[in-house]
């Protein structure tokens, strides 16, 4: 079965400081992997996905991502956070079969951006 | 461009009681989801409908039920409300149940049972 670890709950940095959120899964197949944010009071959104070839992949917002296979990693980075980048982020991982309803979401990063 | 609507944003229950959660897309997306946000649990899908018709059941299905009403409308039921199933809860549609089909989340209604 899948899994999804986020190794933070809470990340506090100042703006303009890079910012790296962490994320681990297992997986026994190959797997898709995606970052989704989720800003106060609303719903989430794609921020990122991984589905094959360039490891590095680039999202909404400056953010970015790099799928490591070997260390099962999916961690995502941002030079130089602003202000509205405070909100939760999620990864999610979905098997090898490759359906929406089998994604699963990690418990969430709440990365706050303090001035 | 409105995506996904819920209705209602809030709601508090007394536990017995029974209501339905609304959903409406205007994507034309084939796909719709239930999920619930709990604190420190992450999104836990509660049931899925991945074309008009069509009904399944997710991770956490216990105390719900579902309707598909038509391509845009997926109702959530709760018959009789459980201090339980105090959450946040979120719908989303996809233009496929494809893993290539990203997922457009409506702003939750947060229930609360007592």
């Known amino acids: 079965a899948q899994s999804v670890t986020q190794l933070d709950s809470q990340v506090p940095v100042f703006e303009e400081a890079p910012v790296e959120l962490r994320c681990n899964y297992s997986s026994s197949v190959s797997v898709y992997l995606f970052w989704y944010v989720q800003y106060p009071n609303q719903g989430l959104q794609l921020l990122l996905k991984?589905?094959?070839?360039?490891?590095l992949v680039k999202g909404i917002n400056g953010f970015e991502a790099e799928f490591n296979k070997s260390q099962t990693s999916f961690h995502l980075r941002k030079p130089s956070v602003h202000i509205s980048d405070t909100a939760e982020y999620f990864c999610a991982v979905s098997d090898g079969g490759g359906s929406n309803y089998k994604l699963t979401f990690g418990k969430g990063t709440l990365l706050t951006v303090n001035p | 461009n409105a995506g996904v609507t819920q209705t209602p944003k809030f709601q508090v229950l007394k536990t017995g009681q029974s209501m339905t959660l609304q959903c409406a897309q205007d994507?034309?997306?084939?796909?719709m989801y239930w999920y619930r946000q709990d604190p420190g649990m992450g999104l836990r899908l509660i049931y899925y409908s991945a074309s008009e018709g069509t009904t399944d059941k997710g991770e956490v299905p216990n105390g719900y039920n579902v309707s598909r009403l038509n391509k845009r409308e997926f109702s959530l039921r709760l018959e009789s409300a459980a201090p339980s199933q105090t959450s946040v809860y979120f719908c989303?549609?996809?233009?496929?149940?494809?893993?290539?089909?990203?997922?457009?989340f409506g702003n939750g209604t947060r229930l609360t049972v007592t």
């Open positions: 989303a549609s996809s233009e496929s149940s494809s893993y290539n089909s990203p997922l457009h």
């Open positions: 991984y589905l094959s070839g360039s490891t």
């Open positions: 994507m034309n997306h084939n796909s």
